[in-house]
């Protein structure tokens, strides 16, 4: 049975006085998930310390939203995973299709820093995901394919045991509108192929395959129902912890 994974990815929102309010919230929202479940909140970077204390015994682990590819040196404005790991965080999101369109970030760089994330301990969420063009030039399959070979290169199947993908339309994300379950399952099966293909379908059965776009309480059991979908990466709706409860409660193994 593969983990369920339900990631909340809170961007740049909330600061450390909303941070100390948001996880007091969720700690009493959800005391605890259910077995076969997890959750890690992914807040900004000026907030994890903070988080890691308020999150000791609680059910949430916590996660960062980027890191660097290096292990330290002059590069302004970044951040190591031996940092967020020094302040408790147990995963990172990388690639996620903010940091490709706004920063550059290539599958190559991605790859880069989630061999660095594994070395280090971390478990890496890598984003994958087509646009709305390449969705209506119906090259989706194609997209998903290379990028899933690029952010994986090189990794070994030990590695891969630690490994998240997340499946997030771009033209899905922030916009309220949702993939449907079925258009989430046949991109799922397809990366589940895909990995199957770089690696066998024993490893490829135990990925968990998180899906982010949209999602929120009244279609999160819809899309977590299906086969290949293996949880979610929350954006808009992990920002109130009511709204992120209900979407861990509609989270089965
Ligand atoms: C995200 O940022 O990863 C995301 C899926 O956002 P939203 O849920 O707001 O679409």
């Given at each position: 049975m593969r983990t369920m994974i339900i990631a909340g990815n809170w961007k740049m929102y909330k600061d450390v006085a909303e941070t100390r309010d948001l996880i007091t919230a969720l700690k009493a929202a959800v005391p605890s998930v259910p077995a076969g479940v997890e959750s890690i909140?992914?807040?900004?970077?000026?907030?994890?310390?903070?988080?890691?204390?308020?999150?000791?015994?609680?059910?949430?682990?916590?996660?960062?939203?980027?890191?660097s590819q290096h292990d330290e040196g002059a590069y302004t404005g970044e951040v190591s995973g031996k940092m967020l790991k020094a302040v408790g965080c147990d995963a990172v999101i990388l690639g996620h299709s903010e940091r490709r369109q706004?920063?550059?970030?290539?599958?190559?760089?991605?790859?880069?820093?989630?061999?660095?994330?594994?070395?280090?301990?971390?478990?890496?969420?890598?984003?994958?995901?087509?646009?709305?063009?390449?969705?209506?030039?119906?090259?989706?399959?194609?997209?998903?394919?290379?990028?899933?070979?690029?952010?994986?290169?090189?990794?070994?199947?030990?590695?891969?045991?630690?490994?998240?993908?997340?499946?997030?339309?771009?033209?899905?994300?922030?916009?309220?509108?949702?993939?449907?379950?079925?258009?989430?399952?046949?991109?799922?099966?397809?990366?589940?192929?895909?990995?199957?293909?770089?690696y066998d379908w024993a490893l490829a059965e135990k990925l968990t395959i998180q899906y982010g776009g949209s999602v929120k309480p009244d279609n999160a059991a819809e899309i977590l129902a299906q086969n290949d979908v293996d949880g979610a990466l929350v954006g808009g709706a992990c920002l109130k912890a009511d709204s992120f409860a209900a979407i861990i409660k509609a989270a089965r193994p």
């Open positions: 909140i992914c807040p900004p970077f000026t907030s994890l310390a903070l988080a890691g204390e308020l999150l000791k015994g609680s059910a949430f682990q916590l996660g960062g939203q980027n890191m706004y920063y550059g970030e290539t599958n190559e760089l991605v790859n880069l820093k989630a061999r660095k994330a594994l070395a280090l301990g971390l478990r890496p969420i890598i984003c994958v995901g087509e646009t709305l063009e390449e969705r209506e030039k119906d090259i989706t399959a194609q997209v998903i394919t290379t990028q899933v070979k690029g952010v994986l290169s090189g990794l070994t199947p030990q590695d891969m045991a630690k490994v998240v993908i997340a499946y997030e339309p771009v033209w899905a994300i922030g916009t309220g509108k949702v993939a449907s379950p079925a258009q989430a399952q046949e991109v799922h099966q397809l990366i589940r192929k895909q990995v199957a293909g770089q």
